[in-house]
């Protein structure tokens, strides 16, 4: 499973096709007991939050898919390449976790606290992370399609690491994501892929966006004050009665700004 994981981050990462993106997803066996079922009860992992007697306890590379874990204490957990796949994390406690190479493709997560968690390698395509706070957490991984309406991702650290040749590729990948009326404040997301967001009316104040890619995007009503725009792509993109928008930093290194929507349709 830790080499399925990590083929799967190193090809969604990198720069290359959606599509060569979609064939690995595809490749892996998500239909396979390791992905669906559960190894452990969740009666089983509460008894190990109570033996750690407030200690964080270690998950990694358990098979968790399905569980109802919704409200837990999981505060510093190492779930390092552990499989969550339709967990329900509604509530839960996940300030400071290791959440590397983890799965949770379509898990709900929403209202959960995942403040300064590792993230690197991890697949949380079509998670519901709807009013989640991750601030400060390192997102390099793969959303796409999932709902972090009204999330706040306080100096987000999801931006590509372009001082480390051997790293510089890998992004958070928020294709599609569902970033309405989020908080973003401070948040890095320097080449990371936005494509097609929804990020109407969310708080994009001083965030990183350089060389990122929002094509077809929307940000009608998005407050971008001390927003960097430097060789961001907007193609498509709906920049429509945007706030703070004479304070943009290098609003004219945008990409394809001639293709960007400025005004709604009558």
Known sequence: MRRLALSFMLAT????????????????????????????????????????DGKPID???KALSGLDLSGLNLRGANLRTARLNKTNLRGADLSGANLEQAWFLTADLSGAKLADTKMFGITARDANLSGADLSRSMPIGDF???????ATLVDLKGGADIKNQSMGLMRAVFTSVNLA??????????RSRLEYADLQDADLTDVVLMGSDLSGANLTGATVAGADFK????????????????????????????????????
């Open 13 to 52: 990462l990198a720069a290359g096709p959606a599509v060569a993106e979609q064939d690995l997803l595809l490749g892996a066996n998500m239909s396979s007991p390791a992905m669906t079922q559960a190894e452990m009860s969740r009666a089983d992992v509460e008894a190990m939050i109570k033996a750690a």
């Open 59 to 61: 998950l990694h590379d």
């Open 144 to 150: 796409k399609g999932a709902n972090m309406s009204g």
């Open 231 to 266: 060789n961001v792509d907007v193609s498509g993109a709906r920049l429509i009665d945007l706030k703070g928008q004479d304070r943009v930093k290098d609003w004219a290194g945008r990409v394809n700004a001639d293709r960007a929507v400025t005004r709604a349709s009558p």
């Open 181 to 190: 009326g989020a908080n973003l404040k401070g948040a890095n997301l320097g």
